[in-house]
């Protein structure tokens, strides 16, 4: 099993940017696959990014392509989400998970491991 913890979040003004990471406890952090995820009031869940165990593929949300850099530390065991260029509509709870390599990694249904999300507001 793997733990997460997400930090980070806060508020911030259109344009400006923000940092996420999400720190794993456990040894086996780098076979992992990782995903960001996020949740707005009143809406679904919906996939950010991801990043394959070695850090050499990125996969990321049309909305976010070009705006949202992810990438990890398998020595710190971390994973993170550089955002920039915010918008108000990336306001949302944003989550870390993580799932084995060779999922769908665009699918929260296949991510059996999640922290409890850090909170990034986007003002205008």
């Known amino acids: 099993q793997v733990q997460l913890v997400e930090s980070g979040g806060g508020l911030v003004q259109a344009g400006g940017s923000l940092r996420l990471s999400c720190a794993a406890s456990?040894?086996?952090?780098?076979?992992?696959?990782m995903g960001w995820f996020r949740q707005a009031p009143g809406k679904e869940r919906e996939f950010v990014a991801a990043?394959?165990?070695?850090?050499?593929?990125?996969y990321y949300a049309d909305s976010v392509k070009g705006r949202f850099t992810i990438s990890r530390d398998n020595a710190k065991n971390t994973v993170y989400l550089q955002m920039n260029s915010l918008k108000p509509e990336d306001t949302a709870d944003y989550y870390c998970?993580?799932?084995?390599?060779?999922?769908?990694?665009?699918?929260?249904?296949?991510?059996?491991?999640w922290g409890r999300g850090t909170q990034v507001t986007v003002s205008s």
């Open positions: 998970a993580a799932t084995t390599p060779g999922r769908s990694y665009y699918s929260q249904s296949e991510y059996p491991y």
């Open positions: 456990g040894r086996t952090f780098a076979s992992y696959a």
């Open positions: 990043i394959s165990w070695s850090g050499g593929r990125t």
